[in-house]
């Protein structure tokens, strides 16, 4: 060994023992990356071991070969196809990558997921699917066949990653992540790839990536700090914003591809990254927990924060913290879909900058630019915002000032701060390293885990009540039935079909009723979706709903199941159930029972050229027993055709029968939205798209122009505006520059769904002149929830009020009674009972003068603690005998105010029905008294 060897030897084994302890190797260094992210990054604590270097690896490309730019350079963020474009480029060059196909997107963008692993589990990935699929559902595995397979596979850790659209740093950390676990040398590394197949989304949410991207590059790259925010663009997604994080139903098609992804490949841990607190919040699953799922997963999610805390406030990283920020109780997150079917749900907030700017930030001082407000109004208005940066609060209670030391925040970050989209990348990828370490080192574990769980949720099935539910046959509407049945089915849970009558201990189900058994594999999800929510602990604040109960949202019988014979009733397995209409009899006319579906309305719609009357009153001849509202129709084979297609009952009559009838005239309709919050607008839209009614969505620009009774018979304001009125009226706060939403070359994803040349500004007062004429003049004006406020604190319905709760009240979305105090009304035509199941919506405590009140009012809140039938609401004596739905008629026209809301997340379908009986029956009110008492001269 010569002298001069001897310093560089020195150096090596000096660069081992530090590589060893940082989990770093002797790999050829990118050394330009080295210097970037280092100047990238404000401050030398904000950056770890982990992530200060990336490894060169002749032929592998890094994004910068492929894009042109490293991850968390400042002023980037990479759209859709670019994403996809660096991961097939990696995968092609690398044998420990593989890109998977999960669908196309409700625009029509590819959803893609990287697979890293080493190369022997990417050339056997199905055979390792295969494992995993035999552990989710172990029926007729022995625990030795467990064992074995347990000793085979290995676990699949799958990242979610830009969900949310505003929050955009984890699609760019997720490329590193899959370079850096595919190249870098270490035993680290090599025992994650060896013993972990890691997956991950190039965007979840496609559409609202290329979207958020593009409203960024045009308006965002100017903000420096929080006084600069500029708003966030109108859309993200197709439909919702933020929602798609609680489309329980899954109805966005790009929701239902990664539910189809995740049951094809059963990923035992699902890791969802958003941006939302500092710096980095890991969720352990706080209070309250849903008790149906099983407690091994409440002791593995804070097994997980633990160890990732150790790991980074060991590298003197500040602002990591657990155990404070959102709970278990919702089953509707999207990465939820992991917990519910005996994985895990894993979930990051780190603090993003809405875009890819290097800004000052005040630590606790807001959320991050380009989020839209709080799209929940359910909750008490002293609440705060869901996924607000820095008020913690909700969801555990906990979180206190961001910048002080507690136990679960043991190195808290400075108050102000240089954010950077490299900070964010730091914090991210070091915190994910950190898991895969730990997933790695206890593989088994977390397969044994999996195993268990889904094993335990079929012996609880088989061991405790409720035993099944039953969905019986020959309700009066069996189209929501199957509505809840499909979406069972989606989830993977079994149904079966009874082929002979059901004799359980107290009561016999019909022959065709509906079978969910509790012993298999979701038997527990089945509970949770299906059971009344009895919410733990009144003091207990919630991040969402505290309700969902599929039966009572459905306004279907679904019957809770103790005797354990259920689990022997012999069924047909049901892949998808159709419901197929019926016409009895032959002759001219049809008529079409009134029995609750929704597939009325589309009939209506989808035979628009053919004459509809609709019996004022139920009618009664011989055999024939028709509801109020029910459809008279010229008989045709197409009629028959839509009629059999939509699930409808009808009867085939000799001629029309002699009763009480009125035209159904389809109206011309408008459905109003702000620019601001689009969110709960999509709602409404997505249920309207989905059953066929046709309408204009309109913006301020349209209600500005005026003249709107001579283009529209019905305008629909779907809830918005938590503030009330006001904030639906003035929207967005001008800028002193316009904002315009348009379509270009450059910018080919903005002006969807509307164009605006400034989104600013709001329909101001001139715009509510508008509304208020165009009832005046005869239009009827529907409000849903929060926007019910409008008419009544405007004065557009001079006699009803509206009133909010006291900050004592609570009520994260329950589900309530609703006495029908006008039952006559067209509105409720197919509601059969007098109290109904509504999702408590947040709208206004509405009053009506007690003189108006036997007519105006045409439903209420009874408001007696038996009231709530799902979920909570503390305080409900304040809704006690409020009006739930009021019928105002103003000048020539009406204003139908729901504190309600009837369209609600693709949830309360047995509500929907209030809304499409008074779309379809706008101009067949009941014709009012003179006004008493109140002076309408003036108007
Ligand atoms: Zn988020």
Known sequence: MSRLKLPTRFLMLAALAAGAALGQSKQLMDEEYAKLVKEWTTA???????VDHLPKAPGIPTTK?????????????????????????????????????????????EQIVAVVADEETIAG??????????????????????????????????????????????????????????????PVYDQIRKNVIVMMTAAAEPDGRDRYAEWYYKYKLAEENENDRVPGPPYWGKYIFHDNNRDINYSQVTMQNWLKFYLQWHPPIMHD????QPLLYTF????????TLDPILYAELPWFSEFELTKMIGYGMPGVWTHAFVDMWSPGYLGFMASNHNGMLRMYETMGNGGANTMRRTVGGGGPPGMPPDPDPAASPAEPPADAGGRGGRGGGRGGSMTAREWYRPLPPPRNIEWSMRNNTNYMETGVLSALELTAAFSKTVLENFYKKSRNGIESGSREAPYGYVLPAGQKDMTRVAFIVNILRMQGIEVGQAKAEVK???????????????????????KILLEKQNYPDPNLTTYDDTGWTMGLMSHADVQEIADKAILDVPVQPVDML????????????????????NWLSTLRYRLKDLKFEAIDQPYKNGAIDLPAGSFLLPASPRAKSEIEKLGLQAVALQQTPDVKKHLVDIPRMAVFSTWGTTQDVGWVRYAFDHFELNYDLVYKERIRKGNLRSAYDVIVIPSQGRGGGKALIFDIESKGKPYAYSKSADFPSLGAYGESEDITGGMGLPGVAELDKFVNEGGVLITLGAASFLPADIGITRTVNAARTTAAFYAPGPIVECEITNPNHPIFYGYTQRVVPVRWAGGPLLTVPAE????????????????????????????????????????????????????????????????????????????????????????
């Open 125 to 186: 990935l199905d055979q390792y699917k295969g494992y995993l699929a035999r552990l989710a559902d172990p029926r007729g595995l022995s625990e030795p066949e467990a064992r074995n397979l347990i000793a085979l596979a290995k676990p699949i850790y799958m990242f979610i990653g830009g969900l949310h659209s505003a929050e955009t740093g984890p699609p760019e950390m997720l490329m590193e992540l899959a370079y850096r676990l595919a190249v870098e040398d270490s």
């Open 504 to 526: 359980l201990r107290d009561t016999t189900y019909p022959a065709g009723s509906l079978i969910v058994k509790r012993n298999q594999p979701y038997g527990r999800l089945a």
């Open 65 to 109: 070969d492929v894009l042109g730019y490293y991850v968390g350079q400042p002023k980037k963020l990479t759209k859709v196809a670019d994403l996809g474009r660096y991961y097939r480029a990696l995968a092609a060059a690398s044998k420990r990558v593989k890109v998977l196909g999960a669908g196309a997107t409700d625009e029509g963008r």
């Open 284 to 291: 352990s699953g706080q209070t309250p927990q849903n008790p």
């Open 273 to 276: 990254l958003h941006e939302s």
């Open 578 to 597: 159709t419901v197929t209409g019926t016409v009895k009899g032959e002759g001219s006319v049809y008529a079409v029972l009134h029995n609750g579906s």
């Open 852 to 939: 108006e009140r036997r007519r105006a009012v045409l439903a209420q809140f009874p408001g007696q603690d038996k009231s709530v039938l799902s979920g909570l609401m503390r305080g409900v004596a304040e809704t006690r005998n409020r009006p739930a739905i009021v019928d105002q008629p103003v000048g020539q026209g009406r204003v139908i105010l729901f504190s309600t809301n009837p369209a609600y997340r693709w949830q309360n379908l047995g509500e929907f029905n209030m809304l499409a009986n008074s779309i379809l029956n706008f101009n067949d009110f009941p014709k009012p008294a003179p006004p008493a008492g109140a002076d309408q001269s003036g108007r």
């Open 44 to 50: 030398p604590q904000f950056m770890s071991p982990l």
